[in-house]
């Protein structure tokens, strides 16, 4: 199937440790995203990658690294984990058209940290 | 600098009864517009987008959308609401090239029987 898979959908872990999230599309898109939505179900945008470059860089801790080995994966570190970290991370991409404001998120299906 | 506003954080209508969820924007150039829809424990889906061409957009399950300039609107409405409609609802703006992306903060639809 097409899609945008995240991995895993639930990951509950304690405070202080380090946590991976795992993200791959099969659309051939160009950019791909990164998402928080806290519990008020708001999204913030963490990071975007374009090519495998950084592109957006949010007001993000540096505890959150992203690491995009292609331009198909792009894959989510947290390092020191914390309370507030909890909340539904999800990954997202899209075809980049730099002529028009783009062709909307294809997203994945999520990954609910919590952090205890 | 653009922003997104949905006017209604909960909107509840009955079965088969008409929907309106509203959305006005804000932005410095002509912007591109999208509605989602996520359902609990989900990923959020494309519902509509326009960009430009047609300002009325239909988009899947009977939903539409008609983009205003002069009120700086782009509400979503469906005809008659079904069970399945019940959901979380979001408007974004995007700017060229859709690196600029705010979402809206949601709305919240239910449906009553």
């Known amino acids: 199937d097409t899609a945008v898979s995240q991995t895993p959908k639930y990951l509950v872990t304690q405070m202080g440790n380090d946590k991976s999230i795992k993200c791959e599309q099969n659309?051939?898109?160009?950019?791909m995203y990164w998402y928080k939505q806290d519990s008020k179900k708001f999204l913030k945008i963490m990071f975007s990658?374009?090519?495998?470059?950084?592109?957006i860089n949010e007001t993000v801790p540096n505890r959150f690294s992203p690491k995009s080995p292609d331009k198909a994966h792009l894959n989510l570190h947290i390092n020191s984990l914390e309370l507030g970290d909890s909340a539904v991370y999800f990954c997202?991409?899209?075809?980049?058209?730099?002529?028009?404001?783009?062709?909307?998120?294809?997203f994945g299906s999520g990954t609910r940290l919590t952090v205890v | 600098a653009q922003s997104v506003t949905q006017l209604d954080s909960h909107v509840s209508v009955s079965e088969g009864t008409p929907v309106l969820l509203r959305c006005n924007y804000s932005s410095s150039y002509s912007p591109s517009l999208f509605w989602y829809v996520q359902h609990p424990n989900k990923g959020l889906q494309l519902l509509l987008k326009y960009t430009s061409a047609a300002t009325l957009v239909k988009g899947i399950n009977g939903f539409e959308a008609e983009f205003k300039k002069s009120e700086t609107s782009f509400h979503l409405t469906k005809p008659s609401a079904h069970m399945s409609d019940a959901a979380e609802y979001f408007c974004v703006v995007s700017n060229t090239g859709g690196f600029k992306t705010i979402f809206g903060a949601g709305t919240r639809l239910f449906v009553k029987a």
């Open positions: 990658y374009n090519n495998k470059e950084l592109i």
């Open positions: 659309l051939g898109h160009d950019t």
């Open positions: 997202a991409s899209s075809p980049t058209d730099r002529d028009s404001g783009g062709w909307g998120y294809t």
